[in-house]
């Protein structure tokens, strides 16, 4: 027997009885628990997708080895088109796994080999980066599965690229932030929230305050790096809250001199690094006193009273959780920023909710403070449709709990692992929330566009009729979400077209419908600028 | 005169010396330009959208007031109390909390080791005055829980504080109260079963900005404290 076939032999007894490899395409949203279902319902090995330039856009398979267990690669190729390449280098696939005490499902580069236990399925992740250059067209390319060199199963990716350019939304979005102790890190967390569609980031731990000295360099090289990483949107400065329940009650109440002096000198400090920078801030100077009782919601109402005064040249917030505690400090606050409430342990608050239509109407006819969300849930609904929908109320921010909270505490959105950035499927799907939101605020510029320019009556009139069926489908009130299982939408999707939705998914099937009344009236929209357009409908 | 409103210490001053001091603070603290320079910052969060129109008219016409010499602010504090702890009588007392933390506004809490629980006590055998006194209670193995200060400022030229707490006990309690973290000076002792005030001077260590007092309860059985002062000691 020559010593290549006893090779070949060895290798076949080793690796044991031929594999048979399961892979479908599943559904990114579904919730964790469960075994991964076939997108649609319909086992495929064909994964649709649709994205604009600049766009990351997901999909997921499963793996399943009903035989023995097997190690596999897993590699993507490049997406090629008659219109050019999208390379390998963008296509990046990605394992779910679950980390025990974080809490969360995360996405890790499998390495060069995964391990396939028989019986077991494994879920992945394909994320495609379109390069911002790309030319709209459709791209197809795969994810193969080997083993040794022998091709076990394959996905075929077929993308289309969108003609549309996507903006940043006119609002700030972002999670709290922990200082990461060095500037390349800084940096590298900072790129990853902008390359997750964040707009705005809110330092809160591990940042230096200048009570003991007059140093704000840490504050000034953190102003520098989010400069440097694209935000434009004003900072959330969440670190000064920490001043009124941490860092100064020591000094005395809030009603002594002690404390309000020490107070202006460490407020005025940071803001001058802020307007010297000509980064425009917004300082949050409490957090939660509904906590407290009644008397914690008093004494709110009196510091915020305090900072008003004796500070009005600050922008200032202040992280509310309660009725009371919000129409006491409200009214001298520049931005209300408040999660959905709760009664207090006194039940003070006998049952208001804040995160509604209801109160946020009241906030602002009360208080004059602009309403943002803070802490009102990660994830597509919560930045996507339901923030769009609440933003027509006056929302214009939403800060959420947390980009990267101690190392690798529960309630992080990112677990970092060596210096690698392990994305949550949660802060994954708050990036399809964000692109949702674009598409959506993508389609309004283009009526209003229209309207204004009296074009494409009838494309713009099934357009806001859109709209409008979209804005009815969400209830502007996030306890119908959390506290009595409301779906989005309500009526389940059966409006949606159910080949589109078993191919796309549900969010997805209504994406592409708002993309589809984009294009139509970017259509007639350019018509009219050419040289031989009428304004034709 | 002194008041206490919602947990807060209210100093009141003669009315003619504390709008003089008033008068006076307000114009260390508020220069022309500073009035001028935050009516710029005010009409650039509007145009930025950090304040709504109605928000930026009260900011602009309090800043015209003062422009003008006419504000008068409302919050503005002219002195200090000269007592460093807040709710040392535990009166205000916040039911939002674990049973191994702090249960009173102001005042922190931790357990390092034991199992212990902590209370807000109303029975009136074991309050020295007013309603509430802390009890800190030993439910199994001794170990260490703390109720401690925020970090308090170092203002005393000296350098030396005084600090007195009444006390009282059960069982094979230990009370261990000590200046930490900037300063040093503690004392470690059983305490009876009538109420005693136990002293601890406290002298900060060069060069630190700040300090803590710890009131550590390091046995078994039950310890109530109630009525806690810090005053600086002009004593060296």
Request: net charge negative; with cysteine; charged share 25%.
């Amino acid at each position: 027997m020559s010593p290549l076939l006893l090779g070949v032999l060895l290798l076949w007894a080793i690796q044991g009885q031929p594999h048979e490899i399961d892979l479908y395409v599943t559904d990114y949203m579904a919730p964790a628990g469960a075994e991964p279902e076939p997108l649609g319902g319909e086992p495929s090995r064909r994964a649709t997708l649709f994205a604009t330039p600049g766009e990351y856009e997901p999909v997921a398979f499963a793996l399943g080895n009903s035989l023995s267990p097997i190690g596999v690669e897993i590699t993507s190729s490049a997406l090629i088109g008659p219109m050019g390449t999208i390379p390998s280098a963008a296509v990046r696939v990605r394992a779910v796994e679950q980390v025990p005490r974080f809490g969360r499902r995360i996405l890790v580069d499998p390495g060069p080999r995964v391990d396939l236990p028989a019986g077991a399925t494994r879920s992945f992740w394909v994320t495609v980066r379109v390069p911002v250059d790309t030319q709209p067209g459709l791209y197809a390319g795969t994810v193969g599965v080997t083993s040794a060199g022998e091709a076990l199963a394959r996905l075929d990716l077929i993308l289309e690229v969108l003609p549309i350019q996507l903006e940043d939304p006119p609002f700030a979005l972002g999670f709290n932030y922990s200082q990461p102790g060095d500037r390349e890190a800084l940096a590298d967390h900072l790129a990853d929230m902008r390359a997750h569609g964040m707009t705005v980031v809110a330092p809160l731990y591990d940042f230096h305050l200048p009570v003991d000295d007059d140093d704000t360099s840490e504050l000034g090289a953190f102003i520098e790096a989010y400069q440097a990483a694209g935000f434009r949107e004003p900072i959330y400065f969440a670190t000064p809250m920490l001043l009124s329940f941490d860092r100064l009650p020591g000094y005395g109440p809030i009603d002594s001199k002690r404390f309000q002096q020490k107070y202006i000198e460490v407020m005025r400090r940071l803001y001058r690094e802020t307007s010297e920078r000509g980064q425009l801030t917004l300082f949050s100077i409490g957090d939660e006193y509904t906590n407290k009782g009644l008397e914690g919601v008093h004494e709110g109402g009196l510091f915020a009273r305090f900072v008003f005064e004796e500070l009005p040249e600050l922008a200032t917030t202040s992280d509310m959780n309660g009725y009371r505690e919000v129409m006491e400090m409200a009214p001298y606050l520049s931005v209300a920023a408040i999660n959905n409430g709760w009664d207090g342990i006194d039940n003070h608050n006998r049952g208001r909710r804040l995160a509604n239509e209801t109160f946020i109407s009241e906030l602002r006819r009360e208080t004059g403070a602009i309403p943002w969300f803070v802490n009102t849930g990660s994830g597509r609904f919560p930045f996507g449709f339901f923030f769009w929908r609440m933003s027509k109320l006056g929302v214009r921010g939403k800060v959420e709990w947390y980009y990267n909270f101690g190392p690798n505490r529960r309630g992080s959105l990112i677990h970092i692992e060596d210096g690698s950035l392990q994305p949550t499927l949660d802060y994954e799907r708050s990036r399809e929330g964000i692109d949702d939101l674009k598409y959506l605020l993508a389609l309004e510029r283009r009526v209003e566009a229209a309207r204004a320019a009296r074009i494409g009556t009838r494309q713009a009139d099934a357009a806001a009729t859109l709209l409008e069926r979209l804005t009815e489908s969400v209830v502007p009130d996030w306890s119908a979400y959390t506290e009595r299982d409301t779906s989005f939408p309500e009526d389940g999707f059966e409006s949606l077209d159910p080949a589109r939705a078993a191919s796309l998914g549900s969010f997805n099937a209504i994406r592409r419908t708002v993309a589809e009344h984009i294009m139509a009236l970017d259509r007639v929209l350019v018509d009219a600028e050419s040289p031989q357009g009428g304004g034709r409908s | 005169m002194r008041a206490v409103l919602c947990g807060l210490t209210i100093v009141v001053l003669a009315p003619g010396l504390s709008a003089q001091a008033r008068t006076e603070l307000t114009a260390d603290l508020w220069s022309r330009e500073r009035v001028q320079s935050a009516l710029e910052a005010i009409a650039e969060h509007k145009a930025a959208g950090l304040l709504s129109e109605a928000a930026y008219q009260r900011r602009r016409d309090m800043l015209l007031q003062r422009l003008e010499g006419t504000f008068s602010p409302t919050m503005l504090a002219v002195d200090s109390p000269p007592d460093l702890i807040q709710n040392g009588g535990f009166e205000a007392v916040n039911r939002n909390t674990r049973a191994d933390g702090s249960r009173w506004r102001w005042w922190q809490g931790w357990r390092w080791e034991g199992e212990y629980e902590m209370h807000w006590e109303d029975r009136g055998r074991h309050v020295r005055s007013g309603r509430y006194s802390a009890r800190i209670t030993s439910t199994g193995p001794p170990g260490r829980v703390s109720v401690f200060t925020p970090i308090l400022p170092a203002t005393s030229d000296s350098g030396v504080y005084r600090f007195s707490v009444w006390a009282k006990g059960s069982g094979e309690n230990e009370l261990f109260v000590g200046f930490d973290a900037g300063a040093s000076g503690s004392v470690r002792k059983r305490v009876g079963r009538e109420w005693e005030r136990i002293d601890v001077r406290g002298r900060v260590r060069s060069g630190a900005a700040g300090f803590r007092i710890y009131l550590n309860s390091t046995g078994t059985g039950t310890i109530w404290v109630d009525d806690a002062t810090l005053i600086p000691d002009p004593r060296p």
